[in-house]
C-alpha cells in the first residue's frame, strides 16, 4: 500500500527550543492531518489541511500543506515539557478511498525541562 | 459535542480465550467507525472499518472479527486470542456526511498471556 515517510522519527530537545517535523510520499493526497498522542492515549486531531500551500496555526504548532502535494510539515515553537508524545501525520490520498487514511509512523518527541 | 468511548481500558487475557472489545459515539448520526490496533513499535494498524449498520470491511486477515449492531456501536471480537494479538486497540469515527478527519477513543490495552 501507500507510504508516508516520516522523519525524524524520534527528536530530543531542550525546553524552549523549536521542532520541526515532516512527512513525504512518492503520492498526492487531498487532505493532511496532523495528530499528538500522549502515553497511553488516543491520538488527538492538532491541524487539518486541506489544500495545497495552506498554511495553518494552532496556537504555538504550525502545518503546512506541500505545494506538491506529496508533503506536509508541523512545526511546534518553544516547546514545553507538555508536547511530550509522538506526532503522526495522516493523509487522504488522491483517488484512494474516501474513507480511509494513511498513516505516518509517527515522530516520538522528548522534551527536557 | 461528539464524543467516542472504548471499554473496557484495560484487558488482561488468557491465550484461546474469547473477546470483545467495544466502542461508542455519541453526538453524531451515521459515522464511519473505525478499528486500529497499535503494536509497541507505534505504527498505527487499521483493522476494520465500516459506513453503515451491518457493513463491515476488513483491511487485514487475522483472527479478529468486527461487528456494528446499531449505529453508533462498533464491537471487536475474537473466538480465541493469540499471543500476536496484544496491543493498543483504537476505535476511531469520522463523518458520514464526508470529512476526512478520523477522531480518536482512548484506547483499549489488551494483554493476551
Known amino acids: 500500500g501507500q507510504q508516508l515517510n516520516q522523519s525524524p522519527q524520534s527528536m530530543f530537545i531542550q525546553e524552549g527550543e523549536d521542532v520541526s517535523m515532516n512527512c513525504t510520499s512518492s503520492?498526492?493526497?487531498?487532505?493532511w492531518l496532523w495528530y499528538k498522542q500522549d502515553p497511553g492515549e488516543g491520538p488527538v486531531l492538532l491541524i487539518a489541511?486541506?489544500?495545497?500551500?495552506e498554511l495553518t496555526s494552532n496556537g504555538r504548532l504550525t502545518a503546512q500543506f506541500g505545494i506538491t502535494r506529496k508533503d506536509s510539515f508541523l512545526n511546534i515553537s518553544a516547546s514545553i515539557p507538555s508536547d511530550v508524545g509522538i506526532y503522526f501525520c495522516a493523509g487522504q490520498l488522491k483517488g484512494g478511498s474516501n474513507y480511509k487514511l494513511t498513516f505516518g509512523k509517527g515522530t516520538l518527541l522528548t522534551v527536557n525541562p | 459535542s461528539q464524543t467516542i468511548h472504548q471499554w473496557p481500558a484495560t484487558l488482561v487475557q488468557p491465550v484461546g480465550s474469547p473477546l470483545s472489545l467495544e466502542c461508542t459515539v455519541e453526538?453524531?448520526?451515521?459515522?464511519?467507525l473505525y478499528w486500529y490496533r497499535q503494536a509497541a513499535g507505534r505504527g498505527l494498524q487499521l483493522l476494520f472499518y465500516?459506513?453503515?449498520?451491518?457493513?463491515i470491511s476488513s483491511e487485514v486477515p487475522q483472527n479478529l472479527s468486527a461487528s456494528r449492531p446499531q449505529d453508533r456501536q462498533f464491537i471487536l471480537s475474537s473466538k480465541k486470542l493469540l499471543l500476536s494479538d496484544s496491543g493498543f486497540y483504537l476505535c476511531a469515527w469520522s463523518s458520514g456526511q464526508g470529512g476526512y478527519e478520523q477522531y480518536f477513543g482512548p484506547g483499549t490495552r489488551l494483554t493476551v498471556t
Open positions: 465500516s459506513v453503515g449498520i451491518g457493513q
Open positions: 503520492s498526492i493526497f487531498n487532505t
Open positions: 453526538g453524531t448520526s451515521n459515522p464511519n
Open positions: 489541511l486541506y489544500k495545497a500551500g
